[in-house]
């Protein structure tokens, strides 16, 4: 009887002591937070203020980020920059792929409109 009342208070201890470091910890976890918070909320504040103080640079930027994030724009870039690097070879090399999918995709159409008209 002794023993399982002593492994019942054992465990008892344990949760206990567990939720009091637990318990301990949480001030510190919250003034961590706090900092962390400041330190972000500062940093956009003081990048706010520059873009009021060099509205030129902050459309730049702006602009140049656009171009590269948007899809669009980037594979206009990607096209008309790095496809004039390539070699004469090279491009034709794609040319001719592009136009065999092209044919597959064409003889795929004719083939599903000849099962359509027999069906």
Same mark, same amino acid.
């Given at each position: 009887?002794?023993?399982?009342k ?21 001030? =510190? ?5 706090? &900092?962390? !918070?400041?330190? +972000? /909320?500062?940093?956009? %504040?003081d ?13 730049g ?9 948007l899809?669009?724009?980037r594979?206009?870039?990607f096209? =008309?920059?790095?496809g004039?690097?390539? &070699?004469? !070879?090279?491009? +034709? /090399?794609?040319?001719? %792929? ?10 795929l ?11």
């Amino acid at each position: 009887m002794k023993k399982k009342k002593k492994k019942k208070y054992q465990a008892k201890l344990t949760i206990t002591t567990t939720l009091i470091r637990r318990m301990d910890f949480v001030p =510190h976890a919250l003034s961590q937070y706090r &900092s962390y !918070e400041d330190a +972000f /909320v500062s940093k956009i %504040k003081d990048e706010v203020m520059r873009v009021r103080e060099h509205p030129a640079e902050a459309a730049g930027i702006a602009l140049t980020s656009a171009f590269i994030l948007l899809p669009g724009p980037r594979r206009f870039l990607f096209r =008309h920059t790095f496809g004039r690097l390539q &070699s004469e !070879e090279a491009q +034709f /090399v794609k040319a001719e %792929k592009n136009v065999k999918e092209y044919n597959i995709s064409v003889d795929l159409m004719k083939e599903s409109k000849k099962l359509l008209e027999r069906a």
